[in-house]
């Protein structure tokens, strides 16, 4: 399977050096289920952006620490390419702010989150059953680490899985999109990684609350296959 990282960032830090940038990450994430998985990357926020959707055969929009609503050239961009990616039926992912972009672009809402930042390991649970749910079960849970959320679905937009903390944790457009606010390329040691430098901003009850659900382990693994089968038609 052919698919195309549409990179929105890099991971910050020393991260990329220790536990490698979002390419490795996704690529290791795919590999629990398929080692046949070829991921090109395309560095949307330094303006590379797919020539059409036909020449990877499926999408990935990965996660920013920039925000959906922010005015950038290379938002309003990719904002386009998702609206082509769906008119084409291209089988496309979204995980944080590629969730939160394909909800704005095809006509939902982002907003900052009331309860602030959503961090830890959550269990979303699907709102109901589908094909969606034949490798997880109930629900599934992924590391978190997001400030804003969909608020509003588009119109073509179904609900698939909610959380306590954020009700649109999953939605799915028509058969060939899904987006997910959580992180399945996250592992434990990097969400640790990552909450801990990011300490300032969270406050020390929320840090804490947050690295203590790093002992429930995730479901990534299988959510991957869930990500596989929308990817692959």
């Not at 599934?140 to 680490?145: D, E, Q």
């Not at 899904?178 to 640790?192: K, M, R, T």
Request: charged content about 25%; some cysteine.
């Amino acid at each position: 399977m052919r698919l195309g990282l549409l990179r929105c960032d890099e991971v910050g830090g020393d991260r990329e050096s220790r536990f490698g940038g979002y390419l490795k990450l996704f690529a290791d994430l795919f590999a629990k289920v398929d080692t046949d998985v070829d991921i090109t990357d395309y560095d949307v926020a330094g303006g590379v952006l797919p020539a059409n959707p036909g020449e990877q055969d499926g999408w990935l929009i990965s996660g920013a620490r920039a925000s959906v609503v922010d005015d950038e050239p290379w938002i309003t961009d990719l904002l386009g390419v998702v609206r082509e990616l769906d008119r084409t039926g291209s089988p496309t992912v979204g995980v944080c702010f590629g969730h939160q972009l394909l909800a704005l672009a095809l006509g939902g809402e982002v907003r900052q989150a009331d309860n602030g930042w959503g961090i830890g390991v959550r269990r979303a649970e699907f709102t109901g059953p589908g094909p969606w749910s034949t490798p997880l079960g109930g629900g599934f849970a992924i590391a978190y680490s997001h400030m804003d959320q969909v608020t509003a679905l588009p119109d073509r937009g179904r609900l698939v899985a909610t959380t306590g903390h954020c009700p649109v944790a999953a939605f799915r457009v028509d058969d060939h999109m899904l987006g997910i606010q959580g992180h399945p390329e996250f592992s434990i040691p990097f969400a640790d990684d990552l909450y801990r430098s990011r300490a300032a901003r969270f406050g020390d009850e929320r840090l804490e609350e947050a690295l203590q659900t790093l002992g429930n382990g995730t479901d990534r693994g299988e959510v991957a296959a869930w990500m596989l089968q929308i990817l692959g038609g």
